[in-house]
């Protein structure tokens, strides 16, 4: 790794040779499959851009030149090049974020991870600069073949041809796929342009040739290559689309030939308009298990024998999104009427083993929520019960849709949110947590948050038989959580999980969090506090016992994996107010705050969200001595004597 531990900024690659730069790329490579594999992390992506980002440097001054990657995945790379190379903790907490994150480095402007962003960011960076005085400096933004399926990136190239007095490079990584195969009619126009033999061998020829000549030659070819493209395009038909669009293309171009790559984006540099520059490459490059592997060349591993590409460790058992995969798959054999739709995440949300079984029945639209949400109200307005199986934190891309194409028109869709709740490695923008509270203001909604793999698959059921409004479906990522059975099921549909022998504290816990609540009530317990634990199954709306027993109790915990300002917690606080019940309420959640990478463990505990520290907060409020519980010690918990006088019992 002599070169790559050489490189402490960008400008270090200047004066390295052709020959030593794909030396350094090899490097690279070898670098990324041996870190990455002790740590896991986003793997095919970024072998896949090792010489269009090593290129991309070479010939950009970042940050003078700010580089904005779209998703960002794929910017190990960038953070190799741009001094940090210490992989050892790698989206662990204190070490190197998995997408670009500002407090690490001025070379990362986009911390958000989600796609189809990074034009309207580029666009307005660019705006900016000519503005100021600074049209000297040039904007790039890296955009992967998946993310133009998203509509924002044609809402942004829209508005991007209509000004072109700025310089503005657009780096298409055209690899043939986002998480998975790209699909749609743009993904079938790019696959026309990567297999055109004309223009591929033409290119491949002209960059030959371009390699032999003479730095004063080198410059005039520049320029007839330049002035040739249109010409090419009347027989190749490549760059019809960019045409009509009035940007200027350049490609499609070798992504792994560094000469080529450095004298195409130099041509764009040099170009003083917004420029396209198509650039072919191939997911997991250079590593034989990556590109062995069809479902995904090894998008995002766990921990892996870097050698044989297999999984390391044990394993953590069924997960959520196994349990609803399989329970959907026998819902489809008895209805006719139920039809799967994604957004580019047929195989993570668990679509696959229904669209392998019904293969006419699921609709993937490609990285396009908003698409996938409307497309949904028109087929249930058609007749049909569409399940739509997103990433929560994706699902914050189509409220609108969801608020006035689903529920406006009472259309029965069921919404399915995978990684639900605090996600852990992959920080702020990867947080399912926001869904719960802003789900629950759209009219009508009816929501359901499964505590272990028989309530995923019963409310599932229950979700799907509802035909004049929008449910939604959500639980974490990981392991499902162990059975959890009921004491006692009320009429509502609500599980009693504990009843303690007094009617002290009610806690309320949401979905996998009821597990939490059973281990607090315990706690309590031995310390003389009476304790009912409850699982709403379906927390919006509230049901009408938890009304009941909040009347009956003396304080009411809520204890939600989602933000707790408008979460849960707060819907139930205002029912039991219209309901004329003012039992006290604590509604425990997470902060409304972007939360950083790490361990679900260790934010969880952050948060207060562990058995310990709510028992404590507890046992300080029904005493009325609250105490902050960050400070509080096993000792600071009153014994059962102290409680039981407080009652009036001793």
């Known amino acids: 790794m002599a070169l790559l531990s050489s490189i402490a900024g960008p400008r ?45 440097h070479r010939v950009f001054d970042s940050p003078n030149d700010p580089v904005i990657f779209d998703t960002g995945h794929q910017s190990y790379v960038h953070k190799l090049l741009t001094g940090r190379q210490d992989f050892s903790d790698l989206r662990a907490r204190g070490g190197l974020a998995g997408y670009p994150q500002r407090s690490e480095s001025p070379h990362d402007v986009v911390e958000s991870s989600h796609a189809s962003s990074s034009l309207s960011w580029a666009d307005g960076l660019s705006r900016a600069l000519t503005r100021t ?23 942004a190239l829209n508005n991007i041809s209509d000004d072109n007095d700025r310089n503005l490079v657009i780096i298409v990584n055209d690899n043939g796929r986002s998480y998975a195969p790209t699909i749609g009619g743009m993904a079938r126009y790019l696959n026309r342009v990567r297999t055109a033999d004309t223009y591929r061998n033409l290119h491949r020829g002209s960059d030959t040739l371009s390699r032999k000549l003479g730095p004063a030659a080198r410059a005039v070819y520049r320029g007839v290559r330049g002035g040739t493209h249109g010409f090419l395009s009347r027989f190749t038909n490549n760059t019809e689309l960019y045409s009509n669009l009035d940007i200027k293309y350049l490609g499609p171009v070798d992504g ?105 029945r699921v609709y993937d639209v490609g990285i396009a929520e908003q698409h996938a949400v409307a497309s949904a109200a028109g087929l249930a307005f058609g007749g049909l019960h569409p399940v739509v199986a997103i990433y929560a934190t994706f699902m914050n891309r189509a409220f609108d849709q969801v608020l006035m ?26 947080h399912g947590i926001w869904d719960l509270a802003m789900l629950q203001l759209v009219p009508h909604i009816r929501m359901a948050v499964p505590r272990d793999a028989a309530r995923l698959r019963e409310e599932l059921r229950e979700a799907v038989a509802v035909h004049d409004a929008p449910t939604v479906l959500r639980y974490p990522k990981g392991a499902v959580s162990r ?63 938890i009304v009941e027993l909040a009347a009956s109790h003396r304080l009411v915990i809520t204890i939600e994996d989602g933000i707790r300002v ?77 409680w039981a006088r407080s009652r009036g019992d001793a």
């Open 12 to 56: 270090d690659l200047d004066r390295l040779s052709l020959a030593q730069l794909d030396e350094l790329a090899a490097e690279v490579r070898a670098f990324l499959i041996e870190n990455v594999a002790r740590t896991g992390g986003h793997l095919g992506p970024n072998l896949g851009v090792v010489e269009l980002t090593i290129a991309l």
């Open 405 to 430: 194409d689903v529920a406006l028109h009472k259309a029965g869709v069921t919404f399915v949110l995978d990684r639900a709740g605090v996600t852990g490695p992959d920080g702020p923008s990867h």
């Open 566 to 642: 408008g979460g849960i917690g707060t819907r139930v606080r205002q029912v039991l107010r219209e309901s004329g019940v003012d039992t006290a309420v604590d509604e425990l959640g997470l902060p409304d705050e972007f939360i950083d990478h790490a361990t679900r463990e260790q934010i969880l505990e952050d948060a207060g969200l562990t058995a310990a520290k709510i028992a404590q907060n507890i046992v300080a409020q029904v005493l009325g001595t609250r105490l902050p519980v960050a400070r509080q010690t096993t000792s600071e918990i009153p014994i059962v004597g102290e």
């Open 483 to 545: 059975d959890l059975p009921a004491v006692e099921r009320l009429a509502d549909g609500v599980d009693v999980l504990a009843r303690g022998e007094a009617e002290d504290v009610l806690l309320v816990g949401i979905g996998p969090m009821a597990h939490l609540a059973v281990d607090v009530a315990e706690r309590l317990e031995a310390q003389g506090i009476g304790a009912t634990v409850v699982d709403p199954r379906w927390v919006v709306p509230v049901q009408p016992s």
């Open 256 to 360: 792994h030939d560094l000469g080529s790559l450095i004298e195409t984006l130099e041509l764009a540099k040099e170009y003083g308009a917004p420029v396209i520059v198509h650039a072919i490459t191939e997911k997991g490059r250079g590593y034989q298990p990556a590109l062995d592997d069809e479902a995904d060349q090894f998008h995002a591993v766990g921990r892996i024998d870097p050698v044989s590409g297999t999984p390391v460790g044990s394993a953590a058992g069924a997960g959520w999104t196994d349990v609803f995969a399989e329970e959907l798959v026998a819902i489809g054999e008895e209805r006719a009427d139920v039809i799967g739709m994604t957004a580019a995440m047929l195989r993570p949300t668990g679509l696959l083993p229904f669209a392998q079984r019904f293969p006419d």
């Open 133 to 155: 005085g600074r049209k000297d400096r040039h904007v790039i933004a890296v955009v992967g073949d998946g993310a133009l399926t998203g509509g924002m990136t044609w809402e």
